[in-house]
C-alpha cells in the first residue's frame, strides 16, 4: 500500500519535515517515491508548502495520507 506521510529532517530539536509518497513497508526516512511538499512547524505561522496537482494524483490512484498528512492537506485547501 502506498502512503502519504511525513519524513524528519533538519537537526535535533529542530525538525523539518517532507511530505513524500512512500510504500507502507518503508522506513520513515528511507526510500520514497515521490516528494509533494514540506512542513516547517517551527516558524510563525506553520509553513505548510504541497504541490496540490500532485497530491491529488496521488490520492486519486489510491494513496493513504496519514492523519497528520491529512490535517496538513486540509490546512493547505488541498483536500
Do not use: C
Not at 34 to 61: H, Q
Amino acid at each position: 500500500m502506498v502512503k502519504i506521510r511525513l519524513r524528519r529532517m533538519g537537526a535535533k530539536k529542530n525538525p523539518f519535515y517532507r511530505i513524500i509518497v512512500a510504500d507502507s513497508h518503508s522506513p520513515r526516512d528511507g526510500k520514497f517515491i515521490e516528494e509533494i511538499g514540506t512542513y516547517d512547524p517551527l516558524t510563525t505561522p506553520v509553513a505548510v508548502k504541497v504541490d496540490a496537482e500532485r497530491a491529488k494524483y496521488w490520492i486519486g490512484a489510491g494513496a493513504q495520507p496519514t492523519e497528520t498528512v491529512r490535517a496538513l492537506l486540509k490546512k493547505a485547501e488541498v483536500l
